[in-house]
């Protein structure tokens, strides 16, 4: 669009004016994490080419870099258990996307089943003796002999 100011003291003409489309969110993948943050998200949706800022919960990303018009990666701050906001700041405008990332906390879920943490692992092979430290990470919903006697603290079939 082409702007044309006129006053007493003359005419001004050819500055051009660009509107800019308000950016949307579509999707995030993945849409949850651990709450250490540092994991890569993809945020799609539109309008992002002149994106000045992204955060999660209010906090800024660690870092984030434009893909194309459609698509944002961002490296997720450290955040608080939970569903939190997420939100693109663009010259075309803000948008914030609710409750579309999710912190998880000590247990992560891992080709769909969830597994302790290596934090929760290293406590647990550091045991009594009969724990050796090359027997797997224990799934939380397994119903195996294994786990029947890890959770009540006796000695593995």
């Known amino acids: 669009m082409t702007?044309?100011?006129?006053?007493?003291?003359?005419t001004a003409?050819?500055?051009?004016?660009?509107?800019?489309?308000?950016?949307?969110?579509?999707v995030l993948t993945p849409d949850k994490g651990p709450v250490d943050g540092g994991n890569l998200v993809v945020i799609t949706g539109t309008a992002f080419s002149y994106t000045t800022g992204v955060t999660f919960g209010g906090t800024p990303a660690l870092s984030w870099r434009i893909a194309s018009d459609t698509e944002i990666h961002a490296?997720?701050?450290?955040?608080?258990?939970?569903?939190?906001?997420?939100?693109?700041?663009?010259?075309?405008g803000?948008?914030?996307?609710?409750?579309?990332?999710?912190?998880?906390?000590?247990?992560?879920?891992?080709?769909g089943a969830s597994v302790c943490t290596p934090s929760r692992?290293?406590?647990?092979?550091?045991?009594p003796a009969d724990r050796a430290r090359t027997t797997p990470p224990v799934t939380r919903d397994s119903t195996s002999p294994r786990h029947r006697a890890?959770?009540?603290?006796?000695?593995?079939?």
């Open 3 to 10: 702007i044309t100011v006129r006053t007493r003291g003359g």
């Open 13 to 26: 003409g050819g500055v051009v004016y660009t509107y800019l489309d308000s950016p949307s969110i579509t």
């Open 75 to 92: 490296l997720l701050p450290a955040g608080d258990l939970g569903p939190v906001d997420v939100s693109v700041i663009t010259l075309g």
């Open 94 to 111: 803000t948008v914030t996307a609710s409750d579309a990332y999710t912190y998880l906390g000590r247990f992560a879920v891992l080709g």
């Open 121 to 127: 692992w290293w406590r647990w092979a550091a045991g």
């Open 150 to 157: 890890a959770r009540a603290g006796g000695a593995r079939p």
